[in-house]
């Protein structure tokens, strides 16, 4: 059990365009989700924290407008990157926790924009 | 600010020698530490946390508060071991922070 999904697992935009990437908990219900970047070579970097029903936490340094996320229930978030820039390409990595004792993992998502 | 250090990015061992992977943390409040495994081509997944206190896979990690340290540890190292390791510290709000990872590889 705690599987965690994301869509799409590849993606490819251009400079301009927006682009929402999905997170799913498959077999659970996911209280809070979470949102990384994870730069090649480097570690993962925490985004935003969101709860069911609440507005994200963003971290500092993470620009809430450029960075859309939503929580509309206990198995789906989004995460829109806005007008999107080649400096935004990066691997996003989503995990999802049930009851804040350990936060499960999905694939991740590669976006690139030309 | 919390910070989280892992000082070798690669680590080589041969198979059935111990392995020590090293994890240095910072952090003003009571520290929650995390072993993170990634495996090739899989997804991130926890391999154990301080306050288990167990071992998982034959690994161990003690928390050393006085040396701010949480290494993880293995007597015998197995080839199928080789992989990315993640040292994470929980702060508020279940909030990782992660280390940059070791890359341990385990040759036969």
Not at chain 1, 87 to 110: H, K, L, V
């Amino acid at each position: 059990g705690a599987v965690v999904s994301q869509h799409p697992s590849r993606v490819i935009c251009k400079s301009g365009t927006s682009v929402k990437i999905e997170c799913r908990s498959l077999d659970f219900q996911a209280t809070t989700m979470f949102w990384y970047r994870q730069f090649p070579k480097k570690s993962l970097m925490l985004m935003a924290t969101s709860n069911e029903g609440s507005k994200a936490t963003y971290e500092q340094g993470v620009e809430k407008d450029k960075f859309l996320i939503n929580h509309a229930s206990l198995t789906l978030s989004t995460l829109t990157v806005t007008s999107a820039h080649p400096e935004d390409s990066s691997f996003y990595i989503c995990s999802a926790s049930r009851d804040g004792y350990e936060q499960y993992f999905g694939p991740g998502t590669r976006l690139t924009v030309t | 600010a919390q910070r989280v250090t892992q000082p070798e990015k690669l680590l080589s061992v041969f198979k059935g020698a111990p392995v020590e992977l090293k994890c240095n943390y910072s952090y003003s409040g009571s520290p929650e530490l995390f072993w993170y495994v990634q495996y090739s081509r899989q997804r991130l997944q926890l391999l154990l946390r301080h306050i288990s206190r167990e071992s998982i896979k034959g690994f161990t990690a003690d928390l050393n508060k006085g040396e701010t340290s949480f290494h993880l540890k293995k007597p015998f190292a197995q080839e199928e071991d080789s992989a990315m390791y993640y040292c994470a510290l929980e702060t508020s709000g279940s909030r990782l922070t992660f280390g940059e990872g070791t890359q341990l590889t385990v040759n036969p």
